[in-house]
C-alpha cells in the first residue's frame, strides 16, 4: 500500500509535491539547523560569512561533479562503485603528463578526460553486453583504476610545481584552485555549477534523456519500443567516468598535485548525494536538481559540525542517519 492510498485527494497531491521536492526541503532544513547553531564571532555567525559559503560550494565541487554522471548511472539503474579510484586516476595521470611528459594543460585535460570516457564506456560495456550487474564489474573498476594510477605513479603523489622548465607544469592550470569575482567565487565552484546546469538542461530537452528514463523505469518494456538499451548503458557510463575524470583534473589543480590514493571514499559521499537528492535507486526517477540539492545539504552538514568542532566520529554517524533517513523517505513515496 502506498502513501497516496493514505492521502487520496488534495492530500495525495500535497504527498507527491513533498516528495517530489525532498532534497530541497531537506537542504532548506539544515541550512535552518545550520544557522540556528553556527557560532558567532564579533556578533556574526560565521556559517553566513560570504566566504565561508562559497568555501561550502568549493568543498562539495568535486563530489557535485561526479555526482550529476551518477545520477545519469542510477537513473537507468545501474551503480559505479570505481568513480573515486578514477579521480585518483585522473589527478595522477594529470599531474604525470604536464610535470613528467612536459605536456601543456589542452592537451593534458584532453588525454584525461578520454581516458575516463573510455574506462567508463568499458563498464557500461561489460555491465551491457555481458549481462554482469555494474555493482560487480565497477567494483572491480575501482581495483583497476586504483592500481593504475599507483603504477603510473610508482606509488608516490606527483607534486605540481608550476612554472617553466623541465619538471614543472604550466601555471595556468593552477588557475582551477584560485578564486574569481574579487577573490570570492571558487573556479571550481563555477566548474561544477556548468557541468549541473549543462545536464539539468540536458536531462529536460534530449530524446537520449527519455530513453534513459525509460530504460530505469522498465528495461523490457523501453526495448520492445525500440530503444537501444545497451548503447544508452554505455552512454552513460562513460558520461560518469568522464566527469570523474573532470573532478580528478580539479583536484589536481586544488591540491597543486596528484596522488594514487585521491578520491577514496568519494563514492560514498557521491551515492549519498544522489541519494539524498531523491534519485530511486530501482532507476528510471530523479534529477539532477535534486543531487545538487542533496550535495549542498551534504556540504552544509560539513561545514557546520566542522564550524562546531564535532568528533569526526560523530560527523560519519550523523551523515549516515541522514543517508538513511533520505532512503527510508524514498520507500515512502508515492508510486505516479
Known sequence: MTTAEFLPGRGSTIAATLFRFQSLF??????????V????????????????LFNVVRAISEIGIISVGMTFVILVGGIDLSVGSMVGLAAVGSAVLMAHNGLGVLPTVLI???????????QGVTTALFGIQSFIVTLA???VARGLARIWSGGQAVPLVYGD????????FSLLGERTFNGLVPIPAIIFA????LAMIFLRTSAFARHVYAVGGNEKAARLSGVNVARVKILVFGLCGLLAALAGIVHAGQGNQGGPNDGIGYELDVIAAVVIGGTALSGGRGSVSGTVAGALLLGVLNNILALNSVDSNVQLLIKGLVIVAAAGLQRLRPTP
Open 26 to 35: 531537506g537542504l532548506a532544513l539544515v541550512l535552518a539547523g545550520a544557522i
Open 37 to 52: 547553531f553556527s557560532p558567532a564571532k564579533n556578533g556574526e555567525l560565521l556559517f553566513l560569512g560570504g566566504e565561508n
Open 112 to 122: 584525461v578526460l578520454a581516458a575516463g570516457l573510455v574506462f567508463g564506456m568499458l
Open 141 to 143: 573498476g575501482l581495483q
Open 165 to 172: 622548465g623541465p619538471g614543472r607544469a604550466p601555471v595556468t
Open 194 to 197: 556548468v557541468v549541473a546546469v
